[in-house]
């Protein structure tokens, strides 16, 4: 609840410090005293707009600061802790406005967006006047009272989280399925490409050994004779040859007997050419044993490679490049069949959150509709007591117009209402009087009080056009929701003062050079006189004094 509200050089308050309590607070004082002027800057906390205008004139900026026990409030504490912005039992929101329009908020000293004050006010506080904060106007505010009434908003959150898992099931099984005919097509082409690769059936290192082949064959008839011209030069030759003449140059350096080392190793060097000669000679002999001219092997080596280049070509890559591509295609082909796979996986699973969201809607629809009879009843009771004779309230409940599973359920929430005999049922947001939408959002509260998650509620002059007997059932009404929490109510009624457990006095302060507004706690005595001033005017009477004396004491037994 509110514990405390501070507002500096705001509009015409220079500084107002306000300690809070639990139960029922009237705020009371004369027209134009600046009772609505704590409510404004208490909006401005929540996250309302502001501009410059605001600041009370000569200061260069408007401070206002509301603080809150939040140890009974689990969903703004968890709001909280999600931000790491603190875990205290009590958070402190404030609002700063600077003379040339700058506005800046805080949320335990933390600055924050205005969106942030605004979402964590809807935790904290419901304002209900004839401008602003009107929440029961929203109908995700119906829905919400609807499922709280019917303490079913667990399974409302079930159904929530259902529907969303469906969706974004739903998300990647269309996108998988918006690339199907894509990869199918893709999945065609591969296959073809492999299984000509697959046909080709290339070793690892043929390619090498055919084309070495080729060579050697296409050249086999210069090859056959040049090696038989190496082998004639070199031991063949009549005419002289290389191991002749090695042969006739060791017999030559051997006669002569000389210990001179540079001979000896010239005598080595040739025995070791003479050797390796005769190695090569044997080399040749045996390549030249072994050695076919054939012209088929040849043609054949020629086919295998014009095919192997011939892929290579379509495929626009190096010949010695087509193993990896066919490894790469196989690769390929195996993720899109796995995409495939995960295309069906991702179909179980959005028939499976459906069943699911299905079964949890169900449930919830059966609940809502048994709360919705429920409900409409008892406000329509409470209407009745509230000066609106022949007035109707219902609940109405329509299916959406898509089948897909929604976040909300299986249903709209919206609140209906008709204010006079014969007019048909309209959307509460369509309700033309202030002071009328004020009691129905009463005659809301007052039912759904016991289940709402709001503790504090707001009423700015909810008692607009009412007067008599209807005026004291509002009182008796705010303060029954006093009993549960806290009410801060502005009234012009004395019977809903009365009704208080504590009353707030507003007053303008005036010197020679300034006007400002102040607010003080009344005590018994001085309650009994703010009543009797209601009552009868400016002019107390002992008439006056004695009605306002048993107003405040039969509210208070």
């Known amino acids: 609840m509110l514990v405390h509200l501070a507002i500096h050089n705001y509009a015409i308050v220079e500084q107002l410090d306000l300690e809070l309590r639990s139960g029922m607070t009237a705020i009371t004082g004369e027209t134009g005293a600046g009772k609505s002027i704590m409510l404004d800057a208490l909006g401005l906390t929540l996250g309302d707009r502001a501009d410059s205008g605001v600041v009370r004139p000569g200061s260069d900026k408007a401070d206002i600061l509301a603080t809150f026990d939040i140890a009974d409030i689990a969903e703004a504490r968890h709001w909280l802790a999600e931000r790491d912005l603190g875990d205290d039992e009590q958070v402190i929101l404030r609002r700063v406005i600077t003379a040339e329009g700058r506005s800046r908020g805080y949320i335990n000293g933390t600055p924050c967006p205005q969106a942030d004050l605004r979402e964590l006010g809807e935790l904290l506080i419901d304002i209900h006047s004839q401008h602003e904060h009107q929440s029961l106007l929203k109908t995700d505010t ?12 667990d399974l409302a959150r079930q159904v929530q989280l259902a529907a969303q898992r469906w969706r974004q099931t739903q998300q990647a099984l269309d996108k998988a399925n918006s690339s199907s005919d894509e990869q ?8 073809y490409q492999l299984e000509e690769l697959e046909a080709l059936s290339l070793g690892d290192n043929e390619l090498k050994e055919l084309e070495q082949q080729q060579r050697e064959l296409s050249n086999a008839e210069s090859l056959l004779a040049g090696c038989q011209q190496v082998i004639d030069l070199c031991a063949d030759s009549d005419a002289g040859n290389v191991l002749s003449a090695l042969n006739t140059s060791l017999n030559r350096l051997s006669g002569f007997q000389s210990n001179s080392p540079a001979l000896n190793e010239a005598a080595n060097l040739l025995a070791s050419a003479q050797i390796q000669v005769e190695e090569a000679i044997g080399e040749l002999h045996r390549f030249l044993d072994h050695f076919e001219a054939d012209p088929q092997r040849l043609q054949d080596i020629e086919e295998r490679l014009s095919l192997i280049y011939q892929l290579a070509r379509k495929h626009k890559v190096h010949p010695d490049e087509l193993l990896s591509l066919q490894q790469q295609l196989l690769d390929e082909v195996e ?15 959005l ?15 059966q609940l809502r509709s048994q709360a919705a009879s429920s409900l409409s009843t008892a406000v329509d009771e409470q209407m009745q007591r509230l000066g609106m004779p022949g007035g109707c309230f219902s609940v109405h409940l329509s299916a959406h117009e898509s089948t897909d599973p929604h976040p909300n359920g299986a249903e709209r929430v919206e609140f209906l209402v008709s204010t006079n005999p014969g007019q048909p049922a309209k ?3 369509k309700v033309a009087s202030g002071g009328e939408l004020s009691r129905i959002s009463l005659a809301i509260q007052v039912i759904t009080a016991q289940t709402s998650r709001v503790p504090t509620l707001v009423f700015d002059e909810v008692d607009v056009g009412i007067g008599g007997p209807t005026a004291e059932v509002v009182g008796q009404l705010l303060r029954q929701l006093g009993a549960r929490g806290q009410v801060l109510t502005v009234t012009h009624l004395p019977q809903v003062a009365a009704q208080s457990h504590q009353q707030l006095f507003v ?14 706690e009344l005590s018994h005595d001085e309650r009994v006189e703010e009543v009797a001033r209601m009552l009868g005017g400016i002019d107390l009477t002992e008439a006056s004094l004695a009605h306002a004396r048993q107003m405040v004491g039969s509210a208070n037994h």
């Open 427 to 429: 959307p509460l947001a």
């Open 142 to 153: 119906h829905r919400r009272l609807l499922d709280e009434y019917a303490g079913c908003a």
């Open 351 to 365: 028939d499976a959150y459906a069943r699911h969201y299905q079964s949890k809607a169900v449930e919830l629809s």
């Open 184 to 191: 199918q097509a893709r999945l065609q082409l591969l296959t």
């Open 335 to 349: 993720s899109l069949n796995a995409n495939d796979q995960a295309g069906e996986r991702l179909q179980e699973e």
């Open 507 to 520: 007053y303008k302060q005036r010197t020679a050079h300034s006007t400002q507004s102040a607010v003080r």
